[in-house]
């Protein structure tokens, strides 16, 4: 007998030694799937290198793309106002004219109402910590007898109490005089391009509406834009003003507690509220700072800090929410990340810009398929 001939197994097809097909789908090759999946790792990694170039760029071209970044930020806060101008049929140069002209002197007269006071903060700032540490004294060593590891980091530190550590006094004009150059080219800069985007920023928009229309990519675009310009100058605008009523307030209460200079304060508070979470942290600190040297006792210090802290609570929760509606609410955590990734790329013109910034990525994302994922992330 000769034995019989068994077909050769197809190797697309072939199990192991379990009887388990090896390959999910028979019809595609073994070098196709790996290719397959090399192709999908490379793509993610050309991702992940892309956005480090782009963050390195950032961080690179920060003199460059701040100036310009805020410059588009304050045109949108003043969108209302131009608007406003052109109705009473003022020419859009002259109408940008006015507009930052008065800026410029608001911004004159506030710097030039704070450059004594903060100027002396900044003289006197050796004598006023050391008078800071004799208040705070106490309170150290109450938390100190509370637990043993406090008495040995305490006898710790008193092994050479022979060393002195002298404190200099701080100038805040040589701080001025050593960052002037970029402060000067910064705010020309920012103060040039926001003239030139109130006078003819909606002009280019009409001249991109002549375009060809590819796809209607065209049309999609001026849509986008519209819709961003409209959402982010109505959230900046109720800021501002949400934010001005806020240093309206703390500036009366820190006058009724007897503070000094209640407008400086009041006026740091509603500029450092643009920056959520922290603003209000370090707002928070220097009053209680401020407040612990001015009174005695603990009692007035602790009512400033918690007035100040209820103020921000009623305006965070209940104000901000009604001004502006359920429309950009944004997740809190992305709201903190944001932030800190923006501080920490431009400092605390970054962190002013963070929320604007985390808006814009929301609005494109829900009108762009490919950035779904982020509006999706971001929304609360």
């Known amino acids: 007998m000769t034995a019989s001939k068994k077909p050769l197994p197809d190797p697309a097809t072939a199990g192991d030694t379990n009887g388990n097909n090896r390959h999910s789908d028979p019809a595609i090759p073994a070098r196709a799937q790996d290719n397959t999946g090399w192709s999908r790792i490379e793509t993610r990694l050309l991702i992940a290198l892309t956005l480090l170039a782009v963050v390195y760029t950032l961080a690179l071209a920060q003199l460059l793309l701040v100036p310009i970044a805020l410059a588009f930020l304050l045109s949108l806060v003043l969108a209302p106002v131009m608007r406003w101008l052109v109705r009473l049929r003022i020419p859009r140069p002259l109408s940008a004219a006015v507009i930052v002209l008065l800026l410029l002197s608001g911004l004159n007269y506030g710097v030039s109402q704070s450059i004594d006071p903060v100027s002396a903060w900044f003289e006197r700032a050796p004598t006023l910590l050391k008078q800071l540490e004799r208040k705070i004294n106490p309170i150290k060593k109450t938390v100190e007898d509370m637990g043993k590891a406090a008495d040995q980091v305490d006898r710790i530190a008193s092994v050479n109490p022979a060393q002195t550590v002298e404190v200099k006094g701080i100038s805040l004009s040589e701080m001025m005089y050593s960052n002037a150059r970029g402060l000067a080219t910064g705010a020309v800069t920012t103060t040039l391009l926001l003239y030139f985007i109130l006078s003819w920023g909606p002009l280019m928009l009409k001249r991109i509406s002549h375009l060809p229309n590819r796809e209607g990519r065209r049309d999609h675009f001026i849509e986008l834009s ?25 500036a009366a209460a820190l006058y009724l507690f007897g503070m000094p200079n209640p407008l400086l304060w009041g006026a740091v508070a509603g500029l450092l509220n643009f920056i959520p979470y922290l603003g209000g942290l370090v707002t928070a600190l220097l009053l209680g700072a401020t407040a612990l040297l001015t009174f005695d006792g603990l009692a007035l210090p602790a009512m400033v800090v918690a007035a100040f802290t209820l103020l921000t609570i009623i305006e965070g929760q209940i104000v901000t929410p009604l001004v502006l509606g359920h429309r950009l609410s944004l997740n809190p955590l ?7 990734f923006w501080f920490w790329l431009w400092g605390v013109a970054g962190a002013l810009m963070a ?12 009108r762009v ?3 779904r994922p982020i509006a999706v992330i971001t929304q609360r």
Not at 334 to 340: A, T, W
Not at 355 to 366: A, F, Q, R, S
């Open 226 to 250: 519209v819709i961003l310009e409209a959402e982010i100058s109505k959230y900046l605008s109720c800021i501002t003003l949400v934010n001005f009523g806020l240093g309206c307030v703390v």
């Open 334 to 340: 992305m709201v903190f990340l944001s932030v800190l």
């Open 355 to 366: 929320v604007p910034m985390l808006i814009t990525l929301k609005l494109v994302g829900d």
């Open 369 to 371: 398929e490919a950035l």
